[in-house]
């Protein structure tokens, strides 16, 4: 990547300093001090300039399946949803994929978690993988798994779900395939059975073993809603967090979505083990799941970053959105003082990376990664406003640039990577064909 300077804008660079009118120099796909004389500069006048926002939570293939089971709580969402997803193909998971992450670099999101948790008819993860080194984010894709079927008491219907032994083998061959350690990585792979409702103990206690011998990271959904806390009692005696603790998923690799009925004790454990939260506030408005606490969550001390969940569960996937959903949500049960806005930025950014345990992403300090989100400040939704560090409050929801590792994703308002109409007409031949 070619040196450049990013000049006249606000930059809030998330790294505790105020937000300042400064040059932002780029070089080597890092952010550095200062760049030789005569390198490229890009007017950010007007603009201000963040880190690229983190995502920690997605199932990027169900971009193809919004707005379905409008008003359904969260088992009987997914029992509609699952026949549908059971007949997706390569094709489906691929073109969702690339439209979920245009979508999602269009709302300031440079670094991406993914779930995917079914493979019908020859998916496989790197579908995903592909789809992300084309449109150019930096990707953690996990390998999810079902296990346990409706004839064995699981949720989901028996076609969807795998043998544990090939689940696991499976996740061996992708870590080895395309887990990439090194600093600045742009692909580092986890392991993700989907829900203590959809796999076994067994499969659970495996897949921590697995991944620690591997030194990958572990994700799951956990304590969504009543329902699903009220199956763990039932069916393990126990609370979601007491049976994540005795089956190895907690500790500083282990982060879990929605966490919205985690208690006291709950966040306590969290807390000493440094067990990450993935704080999905739309889909927990969509589905009715409840409010995280996120301001106790935070307080303690246990790290959070966002998620904007599914598409089928939010029905968008906008990063900037969340954080204000993140804000808003706080504000609303525990007053206009209860979440600061900067709480909510850093949600967002750092939150995010302590989550997906990086340390070289989530702020703009020299040395971090190149990943930057312009936000012009200048237009219709930020018109009138007062301060221009206020994104949250104000607008605009979509960015200007987006640079990954210095590369430019998203210019003038434009996703460059990939075509994008040509993407979305596809995914309406796609649907098409499955309704
Ligand atoms: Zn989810």
Not at 39 to 48: I, K, Y
Not at 267 to 277: Q, S
Not at 379 to 408: F, I, K, Y
Request: net charge negative; proline share 5%; with cysteine.
């Amino acid at each position: 990547m070619a040196d450049l300077i990013l000049r006249g804008g606000l930059v809030e660079a998330m790294d505790g300093a105020a937000p300042s009118e400064r040059d932002l120099c780029l070089s080597g796909g890092v952010v550095v001090d200062a760049v030789p004389d005569g390198a490229e500069v890009l007017d950010v006048s007007g603009c201000l300039v963040t880190p690229g926002l983190i995502n920690t939570h997605h199932h990027l293939y169900q971009t193809l399946t919004r707005g379905i089971a409008q008003d359904a709580p969260l088992f009987g969402w997914l029992q509609t949803l699952y026949p549908i997803w059971q007949r997706f193909t390569p094709d489906h998971v691929a073109c969702a994929t690339r439209l979920g992450l245009a979508e999602l670099a269009l709302s300031g999101c440079t670094t991406t978690s993914d779930h995917l948790y079914l493979f019908p008819n020859g998916v496989r993860l790197e579908d995903t993988i592909h789809a992300a080194a084309e449109v150019g984010l930096r990707f953690h894709p996990t390998r999810g798994a079902m296990s346990i079927g409706e004839s064995d008491g699981g949720l989901p219907p028996d076609a969807l779900v795998e043998d544990e032994r090939a689940i696991l083998d499976d996740c061996i061959r992708v870590i080895d395939a395309f887990h990439d350690p090194a600093p600045g990585s742009m692909c580092r792979v986890g392991v993700a059975p989907c829900s203590p409702f959809s796999v076994s103990t067994g499969l659970m206690r495996d897949a921590a073993l697995l991944a620690r011998d591997k030194g990958v990271r572990l994700h799951t959904h956990l304590a969504e809603n009543d329902e699903d806390v009220a199956f763990s009692l039932e069916r393990f005696g126990q609370r979601p967090g007491d049976y994540a603790r005795d089956l190895g998923w907690t500790g500083e690799d282990v982060w879990h979505a929605h966490c919205v009925k985690l208690d006291d004790a709950e966040t306590r454990l969290f807390a000493a083990t440094g067990t990450g939260v993935a704080h999905c506030p739309c889909s927990n408005g969509r589905l009715g799941s409840g409010i995280a606490p996120v301001r106790a969550m935070v307080d303690a001390g246990v790290p959070v970053g966002l998620g904007v969940d599914g598409s089928a569960s939010n029905d968008r996937a906008s990063l900037v959105e969340e954080a204000r959903q993140a804000l808003l949500m706080q504000r609303a049960v525990g007053g206009a003082e209860a979440f600061a806005h900067r709480e909510a930025m850093a949600l967002a950014t750092t939150g995010g990376a302590r989550v997906l345990g990086r340390d070289d992403v989530g702020t703009l300090a020299p040395g971090m990664r190149a990943d930057v989100a312009v936000w012009d400040m200048a237009g219709l939704d930020a018109a009138g406003s007062w301060d221009a560090g206020a994104l949250l409050l104000a607008g605009p929801r979509r960015v200007r640039d987006l640079l990954v590792e210095g590369r430019r994703v998203v210019e003038a308002g434009r996703v460059v990577t990939i075509d994008v109409p040509a993407e979305v007409a596809r995914a309406r031949r796609l649907v098409e064909a499955l309704a």
